[in-house]
């Protein structure tokens, strides 16, 4: 008998259903599918709803919600179906990001090959044909850890920290991929440029990216990247996108 999923509390302010100890392309898959299946059913308890990479929050009152109530209700919905092999949420996007790997613009992309073990140019042909799910949103407005990447990126963060890399920038680490949202130190190592804003706030949906979309990032040159930012004023980069069913 496995101890997943788990409910638990969150001081007053809700639950919280955690599916594994740790990433897996299941769990993610379960946290997106119940928080879709939540959300279906309209509790009036429940006023606001998110996930992490293998957890969905429920913000509910426990002050003056019965604790027990709701977790009952919840335990029947997690014994209704098989979550870790769910279908995922309707509605969601593919996008296709114009990349530009390495050179100057992208410098750790040598090292972060070598790291993984693989020359560079398998790793950008490998990375740019590689499709990948938003697990979740994180650390900067609307900024998605992406994956997940072969076994082959399954590389760790590096020991000393980057001082900045710029909006756009593609960053891996433990097979998965970030794309910056703004300027930012990091200690994942910087691969890939693009142009692509993942947080617009002057649009109607000022987080351009939802958990559960998809992404690829086709590998394109330097040119066409200053093409890009030049002409395209659309804060998107030159992405295009298509509706998943």
């Known amino acids: 008998m496995t101890d997943w999923p788990k409910i638990r509390t969150v001081g007053v302010s809700g639950l919280l259903i955690t599916f594994a100890p740790a990433m897996s392309e299941p769990a993610n898959r379960a946290a997106l599918a119940f928080r879709a299946e939540v959300e279906a059913q309209e509790w009036e308890e429940v006023t606001e709803t998110s996930t992490s990479l293998v957890s969905t929050f429920l913000e509910i009152d426990l002050a003056s919600t019965p604790q027990e109530a709701m977790t009952e209700r919840l335990t029947?919905?997690?014994?209704?179906?098989?979550?870790?092999?769910?279908?995922?949420?309707?509605?969601?996007?593919?996008?296709?990001?114009?990349?530009?790997?390495?050179?100057?613009?992208?410098?750790?992309?040598?090292?972060?090959?070598?790291?993984?073990?693989?020359?560079?140019?398998?790793?950008?042909?490998?990375?740019?044909?590689?499709?990948?799910?938003?697990?979740?949103?994180?650390?900067?407005?609307?900024?998605?850890y992406m994956g997940e990447l072969s076994e082959t990126w399954n590389i760790p963060r590096q020991q000393g920290l980057t001082k900045s890399v710029p909006p756009?920038?593609?960053?891996?680490?433990?097979?998965?991929?970030?794309?910056?949202?703004?300027?930012?130190?990091?200690?994942?190592?910087?691969i890939g440029q693009t142009a692509f804003?993942?947080?617009?706030?002057?649009?109607?949906?000022?987080?351009?990216?939802?958990?559960?979309?998809?992404?690829?990032?086709?590998?394109?040159?330097?040119?066409?990247?200053?093409?890009?930012?030049?002409?395209?004023?659309?804060?998107?980069?030159?992405?295009?996108?298509?509706?998943?069913?």
Do not use: C, M
Request: without cysteine.
């Open 168 to 190: 756009g920038a593609l960053v891996i680490a433990i097979r998965q991929l970030i794309v910056f949202t703004n300027a930012a130190p990091t200690g994942w190592r910087h």
């Open 76 to 144: 029947d919905l997690l014994n209704s179906r098989d979550w870790f092999s769910a279908d995922l949420p309707t509605g969601r996007t593919l996008w296709h990001v114009p990349t530009v790997y390495g050179t100057d613009l992208a410098p750790q992309l040598e090292e972060a090959a070598e790291v993984a073990g693989v020359d560079p140019d398998a790793a950008v042909k490998e990375i740019s044909n590689s499709r990948v799910r938003v697990l979740t949103i994180g650390f900067a407005p609307g900024q998605p």
């Open 197 to 245: 804003g993942t947080f617009l706030p002057q649009s109607t949906h000022p987080f351009t990216l939802s958990p559960g979309d998809e992404l690829t990032f086709p590998a394109i040159s330097t040119d066409e990247f200053e093409r890009i930012k030049t002409k395209d004023t659309s804060g998107l980069g030159g992405a295009t996108r298509e509706a998943l069913t």
